[in-house]
């Protein structure tokens, strides 16, 4: 079922600075990546620091949202486990795909967070259709999905789909933190050490799988434009790459 249509429209008060664009080239290990949101949240709260959308990589690993059930953890020894704060069950991070962590003052956008979730699904949709892939949001399941016609028909006689992009996000004194992340070109068999978002009657996917040969610094290209499109102008952070 397709969700309800909300309006996505984040953009900032007039005269608030770019959000600004950090791309790390390394892989970030999570926690290193998990200290250095809790600082620049902590710095956009107290207004000592601008919006910031930071685009990374992980090395192999799984996170356990607020809602994980132990049992959806299914090969705990395969990778590094980490509980996180951000809402969701678990989940799968690692090379190949392209998580960006949205950290923004919704106190300067929408103090409205389902819109806020909904916005960041349309970046998502919007990134995918200027690949040519149809990306759609669904009623009960948050995320991304891509329907896969050639694929055997459900139990239930509906069409197969596929998850291309999962969120996951947490709110501080209203400003944002955790974020997206789309399926380039990962491991797909990783995913199989968890019950993925603890939906099983659904399978995940990936641009590749899909058929579509991108780089990722293509899928950033687009991300940006379509960031931009939803949530408003961003500006280049030159600040110091974060490092293990």
């Known amino acids: 079922m397709q969700r309800?249509?909300?309006?996505?429209?984040?953009?900032?008060?007039?005269?608030?600075?770019?959000?600004?664009?950090?791309?790390?080239?390394?892989?970030?290990?999570?926690?290193?990546a998990v200290s250095e949101m809790e600082r620049q949240v902590a710095a956009i709260a107290d207004g000592k620091?601008?919006?910031?959308?930071?685009?990374?990589?992980?090395?192999?690993?799984?996170?356990?949202?607020?809602?994980a059930d132990a049992s959806d953890l299914i090969d705990p020894d395969r990778f590094p486990v980490f509980a996180t704060g951000r809402g969701g069950e678990y989940t799968y991070h690692g090379p190949g795909q392209r998580v960006a962590y949205v950290m923004l003052d919704l106190k300067r956008r929408r103090q409205d967070v389902r819109?806020?979730?909904?916005?960041?699904?349309?970046?998502?949709?919007?990134?995918?259709?200027?690949?040519?892939?149809?990306?759609e949001r669904r009623e009960d399941r948050v995320g991304v999905w891509v329907r896969r016609p050639e694929k055997p028909l459900l139990p239930d006689g509906s069409m197969a789909e596929d998850k291309v992009a999962a969120l996951g996000i947490r709110l501080r004194r209203w400003v944002s933190f955790h974020g997206l992340s789309i399926n380039v070109d990962p491991?797909?068999?990783?995913?199989?050490?968890?019950?993925?978002?603890?939906?099983?009657?659904?399978?995940?996917?990936?641009?590749?799988?899909?058929?579509?040969?991108?780089?990722?610094?293509?899928?950033?290209?687009?991300?940006?434009?379509?960031?931009?499109?939803?949530?408003?102008?961003?500006?280049r952070d030159h600040d110091q790459e974060i490092a293990a």
């Open 187 to 235: 491991d797909l068999g990783h995913f199989s050490g968890i019950v993925p978002c603890g939906i099983t009657q659904y399978g995940v996917t990936s641009l590749v799988d899909l058929g579509l040969p991108v780089m990722m610094a293509d899928v950033d290209i687009r991300l940006r434009e379509s960031f931009e499109e939803v949530f408003g102008e961003t500006v």
């Open 4 to 32: 309800t249509e909300i309006s996505t429209e984040m953009h900032p008060q007039e005269g608030s600075p770019p959000v600004r664009w950090r791309i790390s080239e390394e892989l970030v290990p999570y926690d290193v």
């Open 49 to 67: 620091a601008d919006e910031l959308v930071w685009l990374l990589e992980h090395p192999p690993l799984y996170t356990a949202g607020t809602s």
């Open 115 to 135: 819109a806020y979730v909904a916005a960041l699904e349309e970046v998502v949709i919007r990134t995918l259709d200027k690949m040519n892939v149809r990306g």
